[in-house]
């Protein structure tokens, strides 16, 4: 920053060479050189932006606002104005009587106030344009306090003939930009001054007074934040339909939903500011509400209210803390137990979410496995469904929970081959508080009672320890579980539906699995077809996950060359569908065309036995139609398919919208090939 002596030596040798080669290149439109050592880089700069821009030298654009549009100027800043007043204003009383005229702009230069002396803001009015609702960015202005700190971003001076307008040039703008809390600049300060009444630590004074404003702007959308987010939290708690509770660590309640109250027994109450204490006996509960020491899921509560009226309540609890992990609330979420075993499916994701539209095949054995399906859904019976890993199991499994009466009760999987066989029984069955080592002391529901109202599938069955089988033949006898520990069996309304990769009926041969119990799982049996043996399906399924992962990322691939098709086809297929999704996924990250090739295909593709290619046309050039002409395999396709586009598309392995292309670039004609 430049000291009073030098602002006094500015006034004549500076604000002569200034004059001069303002004089030069601005004035006479000289051409300018690339810099000038005697004018500072910041104005210079600034000077070439003004003169490319083709803004006057002589006078200042009439570039005002509309009263329509200065209104809504105002109402866009009028957090700014309002903060900024106050700061203005005081910084007006160290510069008054000294012909200072303070300004405050927008980001794009238009100004929104002034403070002055009357007579100096009509006189600066008459003289350079300076009111309200006028631009003085640099578009408009040139060279100028307001519009080159709004380009630069940086607080700064501009004295005299540094100003590129020649009505400019007897003032000194002293100007900070204003930025809100995420460094955007959202407007600027500006004290216009006299030459000769300006001095350099009044920006330093326009500085701290920014400073003050973006501090107290700061503040206000801080509290606003806090507002807008305290008015969402009750929003949003009113909206759950669980009973919501939040005390403070002293147990006062601060904010409670109207169904909390409900299941209180207290629904016309309003409880805000009350202890809980005062509206339960906490002090007979066997969890202490007041002073929970860690969270707390689906917990049986037995509790009374201030009326003597006794609940029977699920407690789930989280604690609140501060950066300092001190606890500051407890958030009680509280259920009916009867609602129980729905909202830990809700919780826990236990919802199918594939249906038999997700099922993608055209294959004889595909869809005689959906067919199945179907008539599966419309009865309650036990499912037994068949097939190697990867064949879509679950997929099956989830399509008939889906369409039948149970679609909106919870579907829950487990997989009896991946737990260990000492918990395999807890997790199916549940437990009491208490009943082993390591057990919650308020005990667990299993499977079966969250499954209640719904489905549960039984993945891997056929690696069922035997002794457990014992207890899963009783369940589907009597449907009723006892849960391990407990004395009571429970009522369960659950349909069972069992998978397994392995052969069953050698199973029950060699005794490693309950012949009753297989009869019993085995009424309605679905058998999923490997891959390999309905090899018509991949091009389809190919080009079903060629749109799935085009679309997830951001890919327009149109499918395989012939020759990465025909190794697609005559892959054994190990891994079945989803080893196939997974060669997709990975050819899509690695083609950079809109063509997968072979080069994209693992290792594997090409060190196996090739299997014969299939008898019918499942290629564009398969070993039985190499020589063939493009024309002629499109039109064998339509008519073995009845111009059937999908079905055709997939034996030709491209997509239906290249298909359509080819079609009209043939010149064949659809309708001769449909029945």
Known sequence: MMGGKVMMELADDYSKKLYEYWNLYIEKNAPMPDTIDEIRPLIYESWKRSKANKVSHREVADAKLSPTELRYTFARNEALMSVAHSYISKLYSYVKGSNFIIALTDNRGFVLDLVGEDREIQLRAQKSGLTIGCNRSEEYSGTNGIGTCLVTGMPIQIWGREHYIAPHHSYVCSAAPIRNQHGKIIGCLDVIGPVGGVHSHTLAMVCAAVDGIEKEMKMREAYDRISAANNQLTSTIQSISSGIIMIDNMGIITHHNNRAMQFLKLPNNNCEGENLANILDVKRAHINLLDLKRD????????????????NL??????????HHEKINTVLVIEEQRQIHKMVSKMSGFTARFTFDSIIGISNQIKQAITIGKLAAQSDSNVLILGESGTGKELMAQSIHNA??????????INCGSLPKGLIESELFGYEGGAFTGASKDGQPGKFELANGGTIFLDEIGDMALELQTSLLRVIQTREITRIGGRLPRKIDVRIMAATNVNLSESVKNRSFRSDLYYRLNVLSILIPPLRQRTEDIPVLIEHFIKVYNQSLGKSVEGLSTAALNRMIEHSWSGNVRELENIIERALNLTQEDIIGEAELPGEFFSENLQSPPSYPVTMESANTGKRKEPDRIKAALEKEDGNITNASALLGIPKRTL?????KYGIDINQYRI
């Open 660 to 664: 359509y292309r080819k079609l009209q």
């Open 404 to 413: 039948s009466d149970r679609s909106n009760g919870p579907f829950i999987a």
């Open 296 to 311: 707390v899921s689906n917990r049986e509560l037995t509790i009374r209210n201030h009326l003597g009226t006794t609940l």
């Open 314 to 323: 699920s407690l789930s609890a989280t604690i609140i803390h501060n950066s």
